[in-house]
């Protein structure tokens, strides 16, 4: 069966820091893989997909950028964060050429003071 | 672009009412149309999915969902809810045109009394 892990859970960081978390699929081969934010009464904002090693779209303008280095690692990157980068962000995988339907990770939760 | 709303934020309600939770979008063509859960702590999971055929879908734990084309709706209902289904409800479309996107509405947070 297939899993999603994302790492850390928790985190907190100063503004001005450099980001990198971690979404890892076990299970499955050529996934399509996504980042979102989730922000309190607006829903899950698509931050970025992947439809292959080193394929990233870019949905929003913002401070985060990601990375795609093996099939199924999925990295969310920041150089500098900013306090509005505060938020739940999480991961999820669907089959490639699949339905639509997305299974998502546990999700980190990340505050910048 | 497509987009999907969520008409209330906020619903309480006691054991043993009826829930009904409104989801509208805004795209045209064809959709595959869902329904996810967050339960307090844990991971967002699949309520329901609507892909072809009877618009009437059931899910896990008695929720069921109606895709009614003309109104771009695809509306969450449970006859009998229970302290358990205390969650936040999120509608969510996936349009063919869009490829491997979903779109997704802002949430209800549903909070059942016991």
Same mark, same amino acid.
Not at chain 1, 88 to 102: N, P
Not at chain 2, 27 to 31: A, D, I, K, L
């Given at each position: 069966?297939?899993?999603?892990?994302?790492w850390?859970?928790?985190?907190?960081?100063?503004?001005g820091?450099?980001?990198?978390l971690?979404?890892? %699929?076990?299970?499955?081969?050529?996934?399509?893989?996504?980042?979102y #934010? !989730?922000?309190?009464?607006?829903?899950?904002? =698509? @931050?970025?997909?992947?439809?292959?090693?080193?394929?990233?779209?870019?949905? %929003?303008?913002q401070?985060?950028?990601a990375?795609?280095?093996?099939? #199924? !690692?999925?990295?969310?990157?920041?150089?500098? =964060? @900013?306090?509005?980068?505060?938020g739940?962000?999480?991961?999820?995988?669907?089959?490639?050429?699949?339905?639509?339907?997305?299974f998502?990770?546990?999700g980190?939760?990340?505050?910048?003071? | 672009?497509?987009?999907?709303?969520?008409?209330?934020?906020?619903?309480?309600?006691?054991?043993?009412?009826?829930?009904?939770?409104?989801?509208?979008?805004s795209?045209?063509?064809?959709?595959n149309?869902?329904?996810y859960?967050?339960?307090?702590?844990?991971?967002?999971?699949?309520?329901?999915?609507?892909?072809?055929?009877?618009p009437?879908?059931?899910?896990?734990?008695?929720?069921?969902?109606?895709?009614?084309?003309s109104?771009?709706s695809?509306?969450?209902?449970?006859?009998?809810?229970?302290?358990?289904?205390?969650?936040?409800?999120?509608?969510?479309?996936n349009?063919?045109?869009?490829?491997?996107?979903?779109?997704?509405?802002?949430?209800?947070?549903?909070?059942?009394?016991?």
């Open positions: 069966s297939q899993t999603i892990h994302q850390p859970a928790t985190l907190v960081q100063p503004v820091s450099p980001l990198s971690e979404c890892t %699929v076990e299970g499955t081969s050529n996934p399509n893989l996504y980042w #934010r !989730q922000a309190a009464g607006r829903g899950l904002q =698509l @931050l970025f997909y992947s439809v292959g090693i080193g394929q990233i779209s870019s949905e %929003v303008p401070n985060l950028s990375s795609r280095p093996q099939d #199924r !690692q999925f990295i969310l990157s920041s150089k500098k =964060l @900013l306090l509005s980068d505060s739940f962000y999480l991961c999820a995988w669907r089959l490639a050429g699949g339905s639509g339907e997305q998502f990770g546990p980190t939760r990340l505050t910048v003071l | 672009a497509q987009s999907v709303s969520q008409h209330n934020h906020h619903v309480i309600l006691s054991e043993a009412a009826s829930l009904e939770l409104g989801c509208n979008y795209y045209g063509g064809t959709v149309l869902f329904w859960v967050q339960y307090p702590g844990q991971h967002l999971q699949l309520l329901l999915k609507y892909f072809s055929g009877d009437l879908v059931k899910g896990i734990k008695g929720f069921e969902a109606e895709f009614i084309k109104k771009f695809f509306n969450l209902r449970k006859p009998s809810v229970q302290w358990s289904d205390t969650a936040e409800y999120f509608c969510a479309v349009a063919k045109a869009a490829g491997n996107k979903l779109t997704f509405g802002g949430g209800t947070r549903v909070l059942v009394k016991p």
